[in-house]
């Protein structure tokens, strides 16, 4: 992977999944950048969470109340769900990405190699998953 380097003000979009991992795993890289104050800005969006939260009931209940401290640390937008653009994603992953567009996140964050065919062809947001950003803010290229 080529790293570019990153804004020194980031604005990172958190996939369900990964704030889903953050609430299971609170030493995760994600919930401890969460926690921190530092160079990034966190957004959402109200579909993401609602996912989020169904599958942690389903599957972690006693995770929900980690889960909760933490959207005390994001911003959640509104879910865009009507768009126009031509995206080689299933439906259900769509209002994700139109979501972090919309909201000019420099990152969408996310463990869903779903998102790894927008890579390419729609760089912006850049589609990272936590190793990839963890991997470029120790390498420097955030600086």
């Known amino acids: 992977m080529i790293h570019k380097p990153l804004p020194q003000r980031l604005v990172v979009f958190l996939d369900a999944n990964v704030m889903l991992s953050a609430a299971w795993s609170q030493t995760s890289f994600v919930a401890e950048a969460l926690r ?14 609602d996912e989020a939260r169904r599958n942690l009931q389903a599957k972690r209940p006693e995770s929900l109340a980690a889960f909760d401290e933490l959207l005390t640390r994001i911003r959640v937008v509104a879910t865009i769900i009507e768009d126009q653009l031509d995206l080689p994603i299933n439906a259900k ?12 996140a420099d990152i969408l ?35």
């Open 36 to 49: 921190a104050a530092g160079p990034i800005q966190f957004l959402t969006c109200t579909y993401a969470v």
């Open 93 to 104: 992953d769509r209002p994700i990405y139109v979501s972090a567009k919309a909201a000019k």
């Open 109 to 143: 964050l996310t463990g869903d190699k779903d998102f790894q065919s927008l890579a390419a062809s729609h760089p912006n947001p850049r589609i990272m998953t936590p190793r990839e950003l963890l991997t470029c803010l120790l390498a420097g290229l955030a600086e």
